[in-house]
C-alpha cells in the first residue's frame, strides 16, 4: 500500500538557522498538508497546498514559514530562521481530493531547534 | 471558528470492559468528523468516518448534531487499542479541507 514518506525523520538545528523538511505523497494525490505537534499538545493544521499554491493557512504559519512543490513527487516545509518554539513534531499529509476524503499521514519529523 | 474537544487526557479500561472516548465539537456548518489513531510508534491513520458509518476494529462513532457529539465507542476493549485516539473536525473551506484536531485521549487497556 502507497505511503506517505518524510525525511529525515529527525532534524537537530540551532535557532536562527533555515531547516527544510521533506514529504512525498502519495503519488496520485492531488491535496498536500502540512501540521505540527508540540510535545505533548494537539495536532496543529499549519497550511493546505493544491495546484501549486496555498489553499489555506492558519495564524501558525506566519512569514517564516514557506512551502514548494519543487518538482512532481516532492513537497517540502521551509522555516526560514528557526525559533526555539518550533521544535516540534511535523507531519506531512496527504489526499487524492477535498472535501471528506480521508489524509493520509506521514511518519513525522521531529525538529529539534537548539 | 471550528473547535474539537475531547476532555479526557487519559482513559483506563480493563480487557473486556466497554470503552467511550469523548468528543464534543462547535462548528457553524455542517461538519464531516473523524477518529484518527496513533499507535505507538506508529503514524496517524483515519480509523472511521461519520458519513461512511462503518465500524472499524469494532469501533463505531456516531455523530449527534443536537449534542453536538462524535463519541467512539467499542462494546469490549483489546489489549491492542491501547493508542492515541484523535478526534477531528473537517471544515469545507472553498472546496479545500481543513482539519482540527482535538487534543486527543490515550486509552489504555489493561490487561
Known amino acids: 500500500e502507497p505511503e506517505v514518506t518524510q525525511t529525515p525523520s529527525h532534524q537537530v538545528t540551532q535557532m536562527g538557522q533555515e531547516v527544510i523538511l521533506r514529504c512525498v505523497p502519495i503519488?496520485?494525490?492531488?491535496?498536500f498538508y502540512w501540521y505540527r505537534q508540540i510535545l505533548g499538545q494537539k495536532v496543529e493544521f499549519l497550511v493546505s497546498?493544491?495546484?501549486?499554491?496555498?489553499?489555506?493557512k492558519s495564524e501558525i504559519f506566519d512569514d517564516q514559514f514557506s512551502v514548494e512543490r519543487p518538482d512532481g513527487s516532492n513537497f517540502t516545509l521551509k522555516i526560514r530562521s528557526t525559533k526555539l518554539e518550533d521544535s516540534a513534531m511535523y507531519f506531512c499529509?496527504?489526499?487524492?481530493?477535498?472535501?471528506?476524503?480521508?489524509?493520509?499521514f506521514g511518519p513525522g519529523t521531529r525538529l529539534t531547534v537548539t | 471558528a471550528q473547535r474539537v474537544t475531547q476532555p479526557e487526557k487519559l482513559l483506563s479500561v480493563f480487557k473486556g470492559a466497554p470503552v467511550e472516548l469523548k468528543c464534543n465539537y462547535s462548528?457553524?456548518?455542517?461538519?464531516?468528523l473523524f477518529w484518527y489513531v496513533q499507535y505507538s510508534r506508529q503514524r496517524l491513520q483515519l480509523l472511521l468516518r461519520?458519513?461512511s458509518r462503518e465500524s472499524i476494529k469494532g469501533f463505531t462513532a456516531d455523530l449527534n448534531k443536537g449534542e453536538t457529539s462524535f463519541h467512539l465507542k467499542k462494546p469490549f476493549a483489546q489489549e491492542e487499542d491501547s493508542a492515541m485516539y484523535y478526534c477531528?473536525?473537517?471544515?469545507?473551506?472553498?472546496?479545500?479541507?481543513?482539519?482540527?484536531f482535538g487534543t486527543g485521549t490515550k486509552l489504555q487497556v489493561i490487561p
Open positions: 499529509a496527504s489526499s487524492i481530493a477535498g472535501g471528506p476524503y480521508e489524509q493520509y
Open positions: 503519488s496520485n494525490h492531488l491535496y
Open positions: 497546498f493544491y495546484n501549486n499554491e496555498i489553499s489555506e
Open positions: 462548528y457553524s456548518g455542517s461538519p464531516e
Open positions: 461519520h458519513i
Open positions: 477531528a473536525l473537517s471544515a469545507n473551506s472553498g472546496g479545500y479541507q481543513k482539519v482540527t
